[in-house]
């Protein structure tokens, strides 16, 4: 077997009633969750019974996801499973950083609900929505969003799926031209129009908090979305930039894949990036854990 990856949920990925029962199995995990409560009491009513309308909210979404995320792979590295490397999905950078080493969990998080708040504000000024495009080559879709003033080609997620951000009201024409072109346009649980130049205004003000508070050298390679390579120099300005930028899903697993990474494991909620890693690498082997039952599979099928 080659190198193991953690690979962090993004933000979507989220579902009323997540991480519950990892809190529960106690451990780093159970550590985990009461930090995020006492830095941002109602973080544990919102992940185990809030529901889907709360949880969609940018401000909740963000902290709520990363906490499960990060509280998975805690879980997984008390039972044994050691990753050599990993990456997030947009929001799941954080939590990959934070497990890393590149934060404290206590600066981590604090960050997380800071970058919420932010991106939230800036959907609030300019409403936007998110849609990935199925079933076209990403050449068509880039074609589409140019006839458009306001929709961008935003998450490269593995082949024949490429999802675009853009102002609503534009949103909805473009949609309608990708079934025209063949393809089918699908709508995402997600408050904006992220890694966008929507965003630009979030990425400038999370720039100022993170120069703060700094971004470390991580104590494992973890590849980042905006070039699809670990992280080196610039780490802050990095981190900052991908808020507004594409997520370079695809290439970055397979960089991953021609590093020696084979076996990828997805921490928090939901199954998504295993799905898109079995497009993207069908030879690889992929687990997912997002609660206990899956903790304990994940974990016999690696030392079984």
């Known amino acids: 077997m080659g190198k193991i990856a953690f690979l962090f949920a993004g933000q979507g990925a989220q579902y009323p009633g997540m991480g519950k029962s990892l809190c529960e199995a106690g451990g780093r995990a159970g550590e985990l969750f009461q930090l995020a409560e006492r830095l941002r009491p109602g973080t544990m009513a919102q992940c185990f019974s809030g529901d889907a309308e709360t949880l969609v909210q940018t401000a909740n979404t963000q902290p709520c996801v990363f906490a499960v995320d990060l509280a998975a792979a805690y879980a997984l590295e008390e039972a044994g499973v050691h990753a050599e490397g990993a990456a997030g999905f947009s929001l799941g950078e954080m939590a990959a950083l934070t497990f890393a080493e590149a934060f404290s969990p206590e600066d981590g998080f604090s960050l997380v609900c800071r970058r919420g708040q932010l991106m939230q504000e800036a959907a609030g000024k300019h409403p936007g929505a998110m849609a990935a495009v199925l079933k076209l080559e990403d050449s068509a879709v880039e074609e589409l969003c140019a006839k458009f003033a306001h929709v961008y080609p935003v998450n490269y997620n593995c082949k024949g799926q490429l999802v675009v951000a853009g102002a609503e009201e534009e949103l909805e024409q473009f949609c309608t031209l990708a079934a025209e072109a063949g ?55 990095t981190l900052a930039a991908q808020m507004k930028s594409p997520v370079r899903w695809r290439v970055t697993i397979e960089n991953m894949a021609a590093a020696g990474f084979d076996t990828f494991i997805e921490v928090g909620p939901g199954k998504t990036l295993s799905g898109l890693v079995k497009r993207i690498l069908p030879e690889a082997a992929i687990l997912h854990v997002e609660d206990a039952e899956g903790l304990s599979a994940a974990v016999s099928s690696l030392k079984g």
């Open 183 to 237: 393809g089918r346009a699908k709508k995402l649980a997600v408050g904006g129009g992220f890694h966008s130049p929507m965003m630009e205004e979030a990425a400038a003000q999370f720039l100022q908090e993170l120069k703060k508070t700094g971004v470390k050298q991580p104590a494992l390679p973890v590849y980042g979305n905006l070039r699809a390579e670990p992280y080196g120099e610039n780490r802050e300005e």
